[in-house]
Nanobody, 123 residues
Framework: QVQLVESGGGLVQAGGSLRLSCAASGRTFGSYVMGWFRQAPGKEREFVAHIRRIGGSTIYADSVKGRFTISRDNAKNTVYLQMNSLKPEDTAVYYC????????????????WGQGTQVTVSS
């Protein structure tokens, strides 16, 4: 089992920044991929970004490329999402997820999920 706890959400004005953190505990050695997803009101959950444990390669959704940066500290079992130039359309509950070697951009490929943290961007 892997437990994931997100933090860092909040209310910010458009153009501002936030950094989300996701602390993992438990059997984290199998979490080859750590990802962030988000779900806006009335919409399906969507992929934001992910990062691999070995090598640190990353993938981003087109909607956040150039504005968001995902990173991880393996020693602390923590993954971060730095969000800059935030827009009202970034408003959503952001979820951290832990996957395996084959995890990609689909949520079905992730085995463990956090409870989510709310990000609200005002215009």
């Amino acid at each position: 089992q892997v437990q994931l706890v997100e933090s860092g959400g909040g209310l910010v004005q458009a153009g501002g920044s936030l950094r989300l953190s996701c602390a993992a505990s438990g059997r984290t050695f199998g979490s080859y991929v750590m990802g962030w997803f988000r779900q806006a009101p009335g919409k399906e959950r969507e992929f934001v970004a992910h990062i691999r444990r070995i090598g640190g390669s990353t993938i981003y959704a087109d909607s956040v490329k150039g504005r968001f940066t995902i990173s991880r500290d393996n020693a602390k079992n923590t993954v971060y999402l730095q969000m800059n130039s935030l827009k009202p359309e970034d408003t959503a509950v952001y979820y951290c997820a832990a996957g395996n070697f084959y995890s990609g951009t689909g949520e079905a490929g992730y085995d463990y999920w956090g409870q989510g943290t709310q990000v609200t961007v005002s215009s």
